[in-house]
């Protein structure tokens, strides 16, 4: 049994080093959990060595990855699951009191390190659920989750599905943002970004998370088109997109569109993954976050935009819905190319903006990284009262 008072030694696992929004997650989960005074260490396959996209505050373990078998995603997924297993087949490495899994990857591992005896409950976040286009990888997110004791969401959009397709029952943890990184305050890094991206006067719209069909790049390319009819001079930045998974027949539809709207070739900017320290003030050089995504689990990019005083145009469906009412945001039909066009202008006009960015800066203030830790620790523990000591089976 772990005691209520007793500080847990927790191991929070994720699928990649690379700032994608499961990491982040469980970077900002650890720290929150550090400063609670508990011991987390966040673990991630690291084929080439290069550590996490940040500092933490937390501890952090890079787990050797041996090349994939073979071609593929498939491939890719058993590599990285196969590095964790003989990462934990020590069993220093198992010296903790909780095993918790932020995806399919480190959730298949630790489903057959508690089947073999190794580690007790297996846990696991669902952020949300891939389509992956692979049997084998959608069999095996599927076997992540139906094996995993216990599951967590951060919305409860998620909760639902995965009560509908699954049958399990989730505990909606939420999510955070670091309004101190996360600010309206300069830092010195805006004018280095808006000369190295050539972006001008703008109005500069920007769509985080790569060229992606969840994130609906190409919707967001062609109303960003409409919007230049408008707009000659505006900008669209589209940062980040450090992913596992293979977009290149999406990215390839993508140039094909940037084609067909004959944009000149420095409206649009592709930045690719940037540096941990700019993204703060990427958002503060920008004039409206676009974000009409179709699948997320819950959107941390809209809460982090809001709380560096930008405005968001996002889609009006789950997960934003729940967490953002209805004059918190400029809200479109994530299908209708026309409808994210028009949001997009309707972002840039006063006084509606002003009001945006005001009530933007209360909605990330409703959520912080400690609420998020507080609502783990308190499952942790009610699923624990009965567990066995570190590293043996607990009971099913």
């Not at 951060?154 to 670091?178: C, I, K, M, P």
């Amino acid at each position: 049994m772990i005691s209520a008072d007793r500080p847990l030694r927790i191991a929070l696992l994720t699928h990649s080093t690379n700032p994608r929004g499961g990491v982040v997650h469980a970077l900002e989960l650890a720290d929150a959990l550090v400063r609670l005074g508990h011991e987390a260490v966040v673990h991630a396959p690291d084929p080439d060595g290069r550590g996490f996209f940040r500092d933490t505050l937390a501890g952090t373990r890079s787990v050797p990855v041996t090349a994939p078998a073979g071609p593929g995603l498939a491939a890719l997924v058993q590599s990285r699951i196969a590095g964790y297993l003989a990462y934990f087949e020590d069993p220093a490495a198992r010296d903790f009191d909780i095993f918790h899994a932020q995806d399919g990857i480190s959730g298949n591992a630790l489903v057959t390190l508690r089947d073999r005896g190794l580690i007790g409950r297996a846990m696991r976040t669902v952020h949300h659920v891939d389509r992956f286009g692979d049997d084998r990888v959608d069999a095996l997110e599927a076997r992540s989750i139906r094996g995993a004791d216990e599951l967590f969401v951060v919305s409860r959009v998620w909760a639902d599905e995965l009560a509908r397709r699954f049958g399990r029952q989730a505990t909606v943890v939420g999510n955070g943002v670091d309004m101190t990184r996360f600010s309206p305050d300069a830092d010195g890094r805006e004018d280095g970004l808006r000369q190295r991206f050539g972006l001008g006067a703008g109005p500069v719209f920007l769509s985080v998370g790569g060229i992606e069909a969840r994130k609906n790049s190409i919707a967001i390319l062609q109303a960003f088109a409409q919007v230049r009819r408008l707009k000659p001079r505006a900008r669209l930045v589209i940062a980040g997109g450090a992913s596992v998974l293979d977009h290149d027949s999406y990215r390839a539809r993508f140039e094909a569109a940037r084609h067909a709207c004959r944009l000149p070739a420095n409206a649009v900017v592709v930045t690719g993954r940037l540096d941990h320290a700019e993204m703060p003030a990427l958002y503060r050089i920008a004039d409206t976050l676009v974000f009409p995504s179709l699948n997320e689990g819950f959107g941390l990019a809209v809460i982090e935009a809001m709380a560096a005083g930008l405005p968001v145009v996002t889609a009006t469906i789950p997960p934003f819905t729940e967490h953002l009412a209805a004059d918190e945001a400029v809200w479109c039909d994530p299908h209708s190319v026309a409808s994210i066009a028009d949001a997009m202008l309707v972002s840039l006009v006063e006084p509606l903006r002003s009001r945006l960015i005001a009530g933007g800066y209360r909605v990330a203030a409703r959520h912080d990284w400690r609420r998020t830790a507080m609502a783990h620790l308190a499952q942790w523990r009610l699923l624990h009262e009965t567990a066995t000591p570190r590293g043996m089976p607990c009971p099913r």
